[in-house]
């Protein structure tokens, strides 16, 4: 059985300054770990993903992760917020190890950048 | 990564009637994916649609609710039948790429209102 768990529904941040938002998972198995962006009336675009190879993983326009085993997370972080980076994220995991391909998402955390 | 698209990109029906919504993709995918994303709400997995092979339903989806056909390894429907107020969502498609890290891209989405 697998599943996330995303800790803030709504994180609010000035432009320029940290961006964390928090996610705690479940897995049966060794997991794949995804951050999903929605921004307003557009679709989902993945931002990045952990597949085992590094535990630090980068995706685009700047945000990175860290998949800490011990701890059972996968934060999502960026040094300096901007104000595009208003949107849903989700954070979601898939069991590898468990032959299927089901993917279980967060209930999403709603970002919001202030000037 | 695939271009997905969908049709249509929204509709207003009538409480009764059905919708199909259809889904393309630019490139052959083995599996492809429904979920429902209610408003204000994560995304949940409807059924896996894998071309060749009836649909895979998630708890508390039903066949004849959301039928759903794959006629080929680029293309599917998914079709809302009996329509209520409650079915008022966004419907994704998906679709699996990458080898074993379950990796999926999402089209834009089709956001269905029930009057």
């Known amino acids: 059985a697998q599943s996330v768990t995303q800790l803030d529904s709504h994180v609010s941040v000035s432009e320029g300054t940290p961006v964390l938002l928090r996610c705690n998972y479940s897995?049966?198995?060794?997991?794949?770990l995804f951050w999903y962006v929605q921004h307003p009336n557009k679709g989902l675009q993945l931002l990045l993903k952990y597949t085992s190879a590094a535990t630090l993983v980068k995706g685009i326009n700047g945000f990175e992760a860290e998949f800490k085993k011990s701890e059972t997370s996968f934060h999502l972080t960026k040094p300096s917020a901007h104000m595009s980076d208003a949107a849903e994220y989700f954070c979601v995991v898939s069991d590898r190890g468990g032959g299927g391909n089901k993917l279980t998402f967060g209930t999403g955390t709603q970002l919001k950048v202030e000037l | 990564s695939a271009v997905i698209s969908q049709k249509p990109s929204r509709d207003i029906c009538q409480r009764g009637t059905s919708l199909t919504i259809q889904c393309q993709v630019d490139s052959q995918v083995t599996m492809m994916f429904w979920y429902r994303q209610q408003p204000g709400q994560s995304l949940t997995l409807i059924a896996t649609a894998n071309q060749g092979s009836e649909a895979t339903y998630e708890s508390g989806f039903v066949i004849d609710k959301f039928p759903i056909s794959r006629p080929n390894l680029t293309f599917s429907t998914l079709t809302v039948s009996n329509m209520s107020p409650e079915d008022s969502s966004i419907y994704l498609c998906?679709?699996?790429?990458?080898?074993?890290?379950?990796?999926?891209?999402f089209g834009p989405g089709t956001r269905l209102t029930v009057l």
């Open positions: 897995s049966s198995y060794s997991p794949s």
């Open positions: 998906s679709v699996q790429q990458g080898r074993s890290y379950n990796e999926q891209f």
